[in-house]
């Protein structure tokens, strides 16, 4: 626990993706969780930014499938960019 909330440990990546680019973080990891394995909870898709602690698994994940969708392809200034919501 910390600050209340439980705290997830990444056990490794195993997919990105992008998810519409007009979200908050347009990339996704899909992450295994340890100490979940058999349960429902063990793989999830999360924010990129959910993986953040987690360097050294983010940076295996891409040495293994250097073409997969990642943070190297953000533009430099993608967090200060305000989006436009969309018209309906």
Known sequence: MINGEE???VEEI???K???PS????LRYKVRW???QDTPKYE???LATSVEKSP???AEFHAKYPNKPG???FPPDWKNKKRKKAQY
């Open 14 to 16: 195993v997919d990105s």
């Open 71 to 73: 943070p190297e392809f």
């Open 44 to 46: 999830s898709w999360v």
């Open 56 to 58: 050294e698994a983010v």
């Open 18 to 20: 992008w998810h519409r």
């Open 34 to 36: 340890l100490g979940y």
């Open 23 to 26: 979200t908050r973080c347009p």
């Open 7 to 9: 705290e997830w440990v």
